[in-house]
């Protein structure tokens, strides 16, 4: 009779293995759909009509923001801003958007780069990095160009702008190819102004 009898795994065990992918499957629900509502609370609280478009900055540093934005809007761009990826993601749903620059000095943007390859392949990233290691790593992942540190040179930054948005680069070829930016892709670039007044 011995041979017989099986014993029944502990039901103690089994229901707090159920319990815990219970608890896993509403935690991934919960977030998805915190995620889903992104876009309806960035309605809400701001209103599409609203964001500026052209170009978006995804960082926390007050600094960094106000130094980008006023450069942006030199150019004649708009300029929106994101403390978050996860409302980065909301805004790119929203608006209309040539450029993402993604501070990576303290924070990992991997959903974005993800989400912009899937979805909206147009849009450049241009990636804030601590080094050039990190700066070949993002280039490697998708990313336009980089600039070092939060303490970057605004004029590469403006080379970026003019290269990716103005001359429509797809990637920046020094920067691909492991060389300093020296702003060769926009020497001879004029704006259309300046070809209205010599005419």
């Not at 994101?82 to 303290?106: E, H």
């Not at 691909?176 to 926009?186: D, I, L």
Request: glycine letters at 6%; aromatic letters at 8%.
């Amino acid at each position: 009779m011995n041979k017989l009898f099986k014993p029944q795994p502990d039901l103690e065990e089994r229901l707090d293995q159920v319990n815990e992918r219970i608890r896993r499957a509403r935690w991934r629900l919960d977030w998805q759909t915190r995620e889903a509502r992104i876009p309806l609370d960035i309605q809400e609280d701001i209103g599409v009509s609203k964001l500026e478009g052209d170009v978006m900055l995804i960082s926390r540093d007050g600094a960094l923001r106000d130094k980008v934005r006023n450069l942006i809007h030199s150019e004649g761009y708009g300029c929106d801003i994101s403390q978050r990826s996860t409302t980065a993601v909301g805004l790119l749903k929203l608006g209309k958007y040539q450029m993402v620059i993604a501070d990576y000095t303290r924070r990992s943007r991997g959903r974005l780069f993800e989400y912009v390859r899937r979805y909206q392949p147009h849009v450049k990233i241009v990636s804030i990095v601590r080094n050039d290691h990190e700066g070949r790593r993002v280039m490697r992942a998708g990313s336009y160009s980089y600039l070092l540190g939060r303490g970057f040179d605004p004029e590469q930054l403006r080379t970026c702008i003019i290269s990716a948005l103005k001359l429509q680069s797809d990637v920046c070829w020094l920067l691909a190819n492991g060389e300093r930016c020296n702003r060769s892709c926009v020497d001879n670039f004029e704006p259309e102004e300046e070809f209205r007044i010599i005419d």
